[in-house]
């Protein structure tokens, strides 16, 4: 009987340690230290094949800030389980736009509750959630817990921050990021319109080259934080797979 009581007090420890519990509306909860991943070099496993109980697939813990696997073109599973001790609905927050193809999967009890496709090669009216940042309902009443699912790849390295939490939180967090983008993108245009009001007075074309270089820096940061698609060419994602070109401009343009 001893023995048994303490295989379950392990077993019980070890499932609490695995899942994140929600606990406050206005609070972000980081899901990388604590979802599992799994490789998936070709592509062909599917959410079926994750939720079979005889399957016995490797996963492996993240255990770091950031969900991060290099420059790869594999597909990665990852599983989190949330628990939701809130009022509020949640939400799963991948913090990368430039990321090439998502699937979430909000499970329970080995069943499919919810799912989503998103990504970069997508048109930006295709998410669930109108955000440069990709945002995903639960379904998780109070009390309860989800294992969420995420695929993801990317041909330009696979890194991304990974939270969860309520409407409100994640709120709180765009309204403080916003603010300091549109400082810095106002600086940058700034700095456009002084130097071309230099080069239309005294005519010197080096003040012309480096309108063109803070330019196309500021143009690079837009479309890696997803305001450039989003707001100049949210129907047409196609461009997206060429933003290197972008960062070649602008190393011709520094040079």
Avoid: C
């Avoid at 079979?52 to 996963?59: P, Y």
Wanted: charged content about 20%; cysteine-free; proline content about 2%.
């Amino acid at each position: 009987m001893r023995h048994l009581f303490l295989m379950l007090l392990v077993l019980f420890t070890a499932l609490a340690k695995s899942q994140v519990v929600i606990t406050s509306s206005d609070t972000l909860y980081n899901l990388a230290y604590t979802a599992e991943y799994i490789e998936n070099p070709d592509g062909k496993l599917e959410i079926n094949d994750l939720l079979q109980k005889n399957q016995s697939l490797a996963f492996k813990v993240v255990g770091k800030q950031n969900v991060g696997f290099g420059l790869t073109t594999s597909f990665f599973w990852l599983k989190a389980i949330v628990r939701n001790e809130t009022n509020e609905k949640l939400f799963v927050e991948i913090d990368n736009n430039s990321l090439t193809d998502i699937l979430v999967f909000e499970t329970m009890a080995e069943q499919v509750k919810k799912q989503y496709h998103a990504g970069n090669w997508l048109p930006f009216n295709k998410r669930v959630m109108r955000n440069i940042d990709y945002l995903f309902p639960l379904e998780v009443q109070k009390d309860s817990s989800a294992t969420v699912y995420i695929r993801v790849m990317h041909f330009r390295g696979t890194q991304f921050p990974l939270h969860a939490g309520t409407l409100k939180a994640f709120y709180s967090v765009d309204v403080e990021r916003t603010f300091f983008d549109g400082i810095y993108y106002g600086l940058m245009l700034l700095m456009i319109l002084y130097n071309l009001f230099i080069y239309f007075s005294i005519k010197d074309k080096s003040y012309l080259y480096y309108v063109f270089y803070v330019f196309l820096i500021a143009f690079l940061n837009a479309s890696m934080d997803g305001y450039s698609f989003r707001y100049f060419w949210p129907s047409l994602p196609v461009i997206n797979r060429y933003e290197d070109i972008i960062a070649a401009l602008v190393g011709i343009a520094g040079i």
